[in-house]
């Protein structure tokens, strides 16, 4: 059977890696290398540099033009996608005999989109997962063939998160794809009213809130741990915050003191001790260090601006 994989970060290459173990890759399409840096020098995906160090053919197409002549041209019997970054039209779904298949990081219907694995974090879910899905025309709509569940740590970032979840969709995929081939796995349509949209993430809901509580507040520093990264703003310049946890400290709201050498965020109903930051300009570093470099004086939160 011929395959074609279609991924582009590092979290796809594990399933590239049991693909291979189960199917005959002809053909791995990720997207265009990127520039990156200041200096704009392009860079390769890692799906890229993992292929061509397992000898597997490569397709960097551009447009979606592109993209359906490669697969064409290959005439491949089934795909395999994961996170390769581009919408697959209805045209370039009808071209395998066994369509796409999908290895989602959330167990579907909940958090269908781009982001599932930060949303779910932020939700306060206790359990998340990976789907193998069929892809149709919708986003993430497809019937699922199986899912694997795993507990969500108190201490997961949405990177250390996207990293187990990228092994255990890894291992789904090589469990199953031999009984889906077979016919033995018949997929299931998914309950449409359990549904929620991971919607795409932005810069400005990792701001950390005054108004949220703080077991919220940090739910957003370990979800946008390491993209954007969590932040507020003292005196005009950005800090991010990269690890934080609730204090039972007694802080204003907005304000940052140095508690036995920590700082301490205040929130609305509790506080945030700064375990890590990274002022504007410097590396991260330990809150500690951070607070010792200001001589243990403490910050006012810039407010926001209307």
Known sequence: MRTAFLGTPMAAVPTLAALVDV?????????????????????APPIKIAAGEWGLPVAQPGTHRELFTVLEDHAIDLGVVVAYGRILRPEMLALPRYGFLNVHFSLLPRWRGAAPVERAILAGDSITGVSLMALDEGMDTGPVIAVRETPIAADETGGTLTARLSYLGAELLDDTFPG??????????????????AAPLTVGEARVDLQRTAAAAQRV??????????WTMVAGD???????????????VGHIEVCDGRPVLGLWDGA???????????????????????????????????
């Open 180 to 197: 889906f081939v077979s016919g033995a796995r018949v997929p299931a349509p998914q309950i449409e009213a359990a549904a929620t949209h």
């Open 238 to 252: 950005r800090l991010k915050i990269w690890q934080a946890s609730v204090s039972e400290e007694d802080v204003s």
């Open 272 to 306: 945030l001790a700064l375990d890590e930051v990274q002022p504007a300009g410097k590396r991260p570093m330990p809150g500690t260090d951070w607070a010792r470099g200001r001589q243990g004086a403490g910050a006012v939160v810039d407010p926001v601006q209307a």
């Open 23 to 43: 199917a005959d890759v002809s053909l791995v399409v990720t997207r265009p290398d990127a520039a990156r840096g200041r200096s704009g020098t392009k860079v």
């Open 221 to 230: 520093v370990m979800a946008f741990n390491p993209r954007p990264g969590a």
